[in-house]
């Protein structure tokens, strides 16, 4: 389901959520992620029509599009749940740092933590994104 829209209400008491959103100003996400899509149900039309719908697009223009998405998580996780978050650093935004500023109306920052991906391999890919690091938020 999309984690922008109204979470379902069975949804509750939650351990923990452990996602990874698509990396900002990433190279055509939804694309990158077509099986996964396509096993939701998405046809040809979807990819030609919905693009502008998903946070990769959305969050290109605000950041807020993680508020309503954090707000729904701490109202679902159970006293001790976690939230971690799989993101990516880049020139343009180092999204563990503004996304745990964001959080803070309802998480407590637990860590952020990184690792390097400039030295990885390219598998022949020319234009791999500007991705320089991954990183770790966790959030409870």
Request: overall charge negative.
């Amino acid at each position: 389901q999309d984690a922008t829209k109204t979470w379902p209400e069975d949804i509750k008491e939650i351990d923990a959520i452990i996602t990874s959103p698509p990396f900002f100003d990433s190279t055509r996400f939804y694309a990158a992620n077509w099986m996964r899509l396509w096993f939701a149900g998405w046809d040809q039309a979807h990819f030609k029509t919905e693009p502008v719908n998903f946070i990769d697009e959305l969050q290109k223009k605000d950041l807020s599009i993680y508020d309503g998405i954090f707000m729904q998580a701490r109202e679902r996780l159970k006293v001790g749940g976690v939230l971690v978050l799989h993101l990516g650093k880049n020139q343009k935004c180092d999204m563990a740092t503004v996304l745990a500023e964001r959080a803070k109306q309802w998480f407590k920052v637990y860590d952020i933590f990184e690792e390097s991906v400039e030295d990885g391999e390219s598998h022949g890919i020319k234009d791999r994104g500007g991705v320089t690091k991954h990183q770790y938020l966790i959030l409870t």
